[in-house]
Each structure stands twice: as C-alpha cells, then as structure tokens.
C-alpha cells in the first residue's frame, strides 16, 4: 500500500492537466486517458480549453474580426477559464470527479509573455487557480510541430502569432511563435512540476506512461 | 500605473459614484460646454465596447455570471476601450471624458468578495486620469433617484450575493458596500470627493473650475 495520497488543492477529486503546444498531441492521450479512468469505474470529466458557452464564441468571432489586442486577448482568455473553472471544474472536483483537462494555465502564460505582457501580471490573472494534482507537458521538437500542424489543421493567424508581427511570412511567423511558446513552457517545467514526456514517442507508448502515473495516485485509495 | 502622471498630451477626465449619484448629468453638461468652446472632446463610458459589451448584457440577463468572470469580463471591455479609443485620442490631444473607469471595478467588484488586491492588478495596465471625480451619495437617496418607476435590477442590487430575497433591501446593503470602497478611493488614488446631493449648478461650477486648472497646468487655456 503506497502512501496516502493528498490531493494538492483540498477537494475530493483528482485534477489531472494535459499542456503542450498547437500539435502535440494532447486530444488524443486526453481521450486514452479518459477511456483507462473510465474503464475502472471512476467518475471522468474533461474540459477543453477555451469552450465556456459564455465566452469561447466571443473569442473565436474577435479573432477572425482581428479584433485582438495583447491585453484584450489576455482577459478574454482568463474570463473564459474563470467561467469554466467556477461553473464546471470546481463543481466537479467537489464532488469527487477526476477532471482531465486539455490545457491549463500554463497555456495562458505561455502565449501571454510571448505577446509582450509582464509575467507576473498574467500569474496573477490566474493566481486563484487550484493546483493540479498531475501535469503531464507533452515535449515536442518545433520542426516535428511544424510539420504535424501544416498537415492536419494548417496555419492558423493567431497560432502562428501573426498578430504580434514577428513576421509577414505565414512559415517564419510560425515558426518563431511556436518556438518562442517552447522557450515559456521549458521555464515552467521544474516551477509547476510537469511530468515531461516525448511527445515524439508512439502513442501507445506515452498512454502507458501517463497511465502508470494515474495508477500510482489511484491506487493510493484516495478516491474510496 | 494608476499611481503614476501620465505624459500623453491629452487630458483625461473620469466621473465616479453608484447609480444616481449624477455623474452622467455632469459629464453630459461639461461635454456640451467644451464642444462649445471648440475644444477636442471624446466620451467613453463603461461597458460599452463593441468586442464584449453586448456578451456582458447577455450573460448580466439571464444572471450566470461568477463575481470573478463579471469582473474578467469588464476588465475586458475597459480595455479594448482603453486601447482603442482613450489612448489614441490622449496621444492625438484630445480631453477625453470617461463616464466610470477603473474605479468602478475596484468598487464593484470588491464589494461582490473579488479580492481588492487582485482586481487593482488586473488593471494594472489602466492610465491614471488627470482628473477623477467621485460623487458621494448614501444608498438611500441613491436608491430613491434610481428605482422611482422600476426595481432594482439583479446585479445593481447585488441579488448575486444573496443578501437579501428583497432587491430593495438587498440594493440598500450592497450599494452601501460600493460606497465604502469609493470612500477608500478617496485617499488610495486621490478621488476629488463631490456631495451628489448639492445643486447641479453648483457641482457643474466646481467641476469647471477643477479642470480649468489641470488645462492650464498642461498650457491649454479655456
């Protein structure tokens, strides 16, 4: 029997975070993720980034109005997670939910300092934000990104920061984006304690290695 | 940034209080004058952008909004307007009149339970105005201007708080909670305290006079 397991934000559910860049990955190991914790009977919720019926849609309209700026972008994101955080993801950890979310605020501060606004302003922006029991960050090589992306989605303006202007070139701008977002999520990894995993290794593979992680909390007992 | 003089040749100009305190009034008034003598005037007021303001509307009707998304969502609106209207016209020269500013959040929103340390971050980014005006009303006269002909409405009245099953009552606690952040302001950020109650006339010649000085601070004579 391990040791008993507390969770790290005082309720009674388990909060577990998928983070990583446009492509890594993250939808389909959340889905995995979820299928396993289901498969044992425990009570799953997910939420996605950016989907508060509130707010999401005033984001996405904005967006293609290029209505956008920095510090506009900023709030509207964080009033969107505040929706979703105090309408969804708290009622749920209340009640004993284990909540896997598809990014967290890691995501913000990574997108926000990339366009300019002060760190600290953002952490605070997010400040009241429980803590994750887990945050798996899945690693990946910007070429590999790059690839990925142009493949399936394509580029997407704000996704390849054109907004900020790094530059007019559709690839470049991406380019720079994704590795500047890079460069913010490596600082983050030892100060929010993410599990880093090859986001390159095959799926299966980094199933396994997230599952293991769940299994070891779970079996703890801290959800009986 | 709301601590420190801003260096924009504009001049900005902001009116304070709780509904029916007659911060509109003046405002309407001191516009009118200004255009009248020629000057570069631009008016804002709260919650008016085209980005979100219609969203807030939306969500304050059918009542499902947290304190912290309310506040989110007009720290929002504060600042598409600030960076789209009030700091191109105070870097184009203008005086621009803004009907509440980040003063009315700091009020709300703390009287909702949203942490005041928290929301003055939030709009860290806000311009400290030239002139700020607070118009002090008690809850009572207050109430007695606003709702002659209609009830309260939910969040004027504070119904998010459940403080009361009565929206007369319950606008009677939370405005007086408002007032006493606005009364806080006074000192904080230096608010020019005004008594809604005196005649306009005579509010309207203070307010003239108030801003005469700070145009002839910056060399623009009326």
């Not at chain 1, 709030?75 to 004993?96: C, H, M, V």
């Not at chain 2, 219609?54 to 007009?74: E, I």
């Amino acid at each position: 029997m391990t040791a008993q397991f507390k969770t790290k934000h005082g309720y009674e559910g388990l909060l577990i975070v998928i983070e990583g860049t446009d492509g890594s990955g993250k939808s389909t190991q959340l889905e995995l993720l979820k299928k396993s914790i289901q498969a044992q009977s425990y009570g799953v919720m997910v939420s996605e980034w950016k989907t508060s019926r509130l707010i999401a849609n005033v984001i996405d309209d904005a967006k293609d109005r290029n209505l956008l700026n920095a510090t506009t972008y900023s709030l509207l994101y964080a009033a969107d997670f505040a929706d979703r955080l105090e309408n969804q993801i708290i009622p749920a950890l209340k009640s004993g939910f284990i909540v896997l979310l598809d990014r967290y605020y890691y995501t913000a501060l990574a997108r926000d300092v990339v366009r300019g606004q002060d760190i600290e302003w953002v952490k605070n922006l997010y400040d009241y934000a429980p803590e994750p029991d887990l945050v798996f960050y899945l690693d990946m090589p910007v070429d590999v990104l790059l690839k990925r992306i142009i493949g399936t989605t394509g580029l997407d303006f704000y996704e390849s920061g054109r907004d900020v202007g790094f530059s007019t070139d559709f690839y470049k701008s991406f380019e720079i984006y994704q590795k500047k977002c890079l460069e913010q999520y490596n600082n983050m990894k030892s100060e929010y304690h993410f599990k880093s995993i090859d986001g390159t290794l095959p799926i299966n593979k980094i199933h396994s290695i997230m599952d293991e992680e769940v299994q070891e909390i779970l079996s703890s007992g801290v959800l009986k | 940034m709301l601590k420190e003089k801003h260096n924009y040749k504009g001049t900005l100009i902001c009116v304070e209080g709780i509904d029916g305190s007659g911060k509109s009034t003046q405002l309407a008034l001191l516009r009118d004058w200004l255009k009248s003598t020629g000057q570069d005037v631009i008016f804002t007021e709260w919650n008016s952008s085209e980005l979100i303001s219609q969203t807030t509307k939306l969500a304050k009707k059918k009542n499902m909004l947290s304190p912290r998304t309310f506040s989110l969502l007009h720290a929002v609106d504060f600042a598409d307007r600030l960076k789209q209207v009030i700091d191109p016209a105070l870097k184009a020269g203008f005086i621009v009149l803004a009907d509440r500013y980040a003063y009315t959040a700091f009020a709300r929103d703390v009287a909702r339970g949203v942490d005041s340390n928290w929301v003055r971050k939030v709009y860290d980014f806000a311009i400290k105005p030239d002139l700020a005006i607070y118009f002090d009303i008690n809850p009572k006269d207050s109430m007695e201007r606003i709702c002659a002909n209609r009830a309260p409405k939910f969040y004027e009245a504070g119904m998010d708080l459940k403080l009361s099953n009565d929206p007369y009552e319950s606008y009677m606690i939370f405005q007086g909670r408002v007032i006493k952040e606005y009364q806080k302001m006074v000192d904080e950020f230096g608010l020019v305290k005004l008594d809604a109650m005196d005649s306009i006339h005579s509010k309207q010649v203070a307010i003239r006079e108030m801003l005469k000085e700070v145009l002839t601070a910056k060399g623009v004579n009326l």
